[in-house]
């Protein structure tokens, strides 16, 4: 996913810090609205799922014997409302309005459905159960063991204009260490939180000239970090009796965290119980590879995502290590990204390693031994967290690097559109693709108007720079003009012009699908 870069200046925000140091400023709330449901914002799927208390588990994965929420057809796009688990804990006194309420965040800015879920019944041990909140699971017809279902993120939206981060005792990756100057009584308890030990870092949120930040205040001055949402749990039910807790991922995804899987990511799952039985939660706002702390940048997200059925034995399933697909794997429109799990990382490592071999010399044909020689010189493996027990590297693939291999094509509505690569990315044609998916468009010598979801953008040919109504960003890409006309990074129809752009491989043949939600 291709992250924008905005040009902006700092503003004042506020930082707070649970237990320990509770006396920081009252936070200053924002114009941005809580998404509290159905009724507020937009819900973009033609199905809706909340985070209401019979939709969700705490701390554990649905099993074969839970009964899913929903049911929907394969191709369904569906809306999930997810509630962070921050805020919400024990060791912060499980009770988000009075939490929230030390930073000055008002009762009403806190997520209904969090408060639901505090005061309700469901079963939560802080010390044996994981933290998140898992929402569903969903039932994708069709879906049969063997089988693979193929999630594409279409949208994800804050919920709420505040995040935390946490470090926790015994936990994150130098434990022993932090936190610092902190000790958990035997006795601690939520009715006094602070006996935990734990530190966490209030931190809103803020969305300028249409782009979000985050922010820490020191004094007079601040850290400003960007936001790259994405939904750190994925996953399909494992054919078990038993209900796993949502901390370590598996081989059905789950608790993964690879934070390349946000808005226009493909992850794959294998299949290992009728209707799959999707679940997502562990909503971030951003996080960093590897996760040292324990938590990301925590917030609630709504995320809409197409749930999609690839049955056993379709070239639509990428090449693996085994005959069928045992384990999550994932593309974007720059890389392939298989995944390795493992309770060590040095396992985790050979694993991520053999699966990018086994994908690339099955599916393309290419000689092992020239391949690891290639993925030696020419791939990153990017620790995915270190913090959930069972912990993750993976490999980012260039699609680039195999152009010789490949064939690449937009499905934009019903028409079939060529993609050209260019300076290292895939173009389209812009009058073309604006005229299959209705966007009006002009352009001139040096000058392109689109008149698109996200508003009216101006743009100018062989300039990063795009402007949305009043708004300026700046992207890796330019428009360019070629002997084919005027082209368009197909990453901007994501990222500028407010599209659902997202991926597939088939075979030797990158699909991408563009189109309104």
């Known amino acids: 996913m291709v992250k924008r870069i905005a040009t902006i200046f700092a503003v004042c925000a506020l930082v707070g810090v649970s237990a320990g140091d509770l006396s920081a400023a009252p936070y ?13 914002g937009t819900v973009k799927g033609q199905y809706y799922v909340p985070s209401s208390v019979e939709n969700v588990l705490w701390g554990r994965l649905p099993n074969r014997d839970t009964k899913p929420v929903l049911s929907v057809p394969s191709g369904s ?54 933290p998140h909140i898992v929402t569903g699971p969903v039932y994708v017809e069709s879906a049969k063991p063997g089988d693979v279902l193929k999630v594409e993120v279409l949208a994800l939206e ?33 009715g006094q939180p602070e006996k935990y030990g734990n530190v966490s870092i209030f931190t809103p949120v803020r969305k300028i000239d249409g782009q979000w930040f985050a922010f820490m205040k020191n004094g007079e001055k601040e850290i400003r970090f960007p936001l790259s949402p994405f939904v750190g749990i994925m996953g ?46 562990d909503p971030h706002f951003v996080q960093g590879d590897g996760e040292v702390a324990l938590t990301a940048l925590e917030g ?57 071999i086994s994908f690339l010399s099955k ?21 995915s967290q270190v913090v959930d027990k069972t912990k993750g590297i993976h490999a980012l693939l260039a699609k680039m690097d195999l152009m010789d291999y490949l064939t690449v094509e937009l499905n934009a509505a019903s028409a079939t559109l060529k993609v050209k690569p260019i300076n290292g990315a895939f173009y389209v044609s812009a009058p073309e693709v604006c005229k299959a998916l209705g966007l009006k468009y002009s352009s001139d010598a040096t000058s ?25 960003f700046y992207v890796e890409t330019s428009p360019v003009a070629t002997k084919d006309g005027i082209m368009l990074p197909v990453s901007v129809l ?24």
């Open 448 to 472: 392109i108007n689109v008149a698109a979801p996200s508003g009216a953008v101006k743009m100018a040919l062989d300039s990063n720079k795009y402007i949305v109504g009043q708004n300026s």
């Open 158 to 190: 804050p919920r709420v204009p505040y995040g935390v981060i946490s470090n926790r005792h015994y936990k994150g990756a130098l434990v022993g260490e932090f936190p610092e100057g902190t000790v958990r009584s035997e006795d601690a308890n939520p």
């Open 28 to 40: 200053r709330a924002d114009s941005i609205p809580v998404l509290q449901g159905q009724e507020s």
């Open 300 to 356: 609630s997200l709504r995320a809409t995502l197409r749930l999609t059925v690839i049955k056993k034995g379709s070239n639509e399933i990428p090449a693996s290590n085994s005959d069928s697909l045992v384990t999550p794997f994932a593309e974007t429109e720059k890389y392939w990204i298989p995944i390795g799990l493992n309770e060590d990382l040095d396992e985790a490592m050979k694993m991520a390693v053999r699966e990018s």
């Open 77 to 130: 796009v569906v809306t999930f409302d997810t509630v962070s688990h921050e805020g919400i804990l024990e060791d912060q006194g499980k009770d988000p309005v009075k939490y929230y309420g030390e930073f000055g965040v008002a009762p009403k800015d806190v997520l209904k459905e969090a408060i639901a879920i505090t005061a309700s019944s469901l079963k939560h041990d802080f010390d044996k159960d994981g």
């Open 363 to 383: 599916q393309f044909g290419l000689d092992r031994r020239q391949i690891y020689a290639y993925l030696s010189a020419a791939t990153d493996y990017e620790v």
């Open 494 to 517: 994501g990222d500028v012009l407010g599209l659902s752009v997202n991926w597939s491989t088939e075979g030797t043949k990158i699909v991408g699908r563009a189109s309104k939600l």
């Open 236 to 281: 399909v039910t494992p054919n078990v009796a038993e209900s796993w807790s949502s901390v370590p991922p598996a081989r059905i995804g789950g608790n993964i965290d690879v934070n390349e899987l946000g808005v226009g990511s493909t992850l794959y799952l294998p299949v290992e119980v009728d209707g799959g039985n999707f679940y997502t939660g």
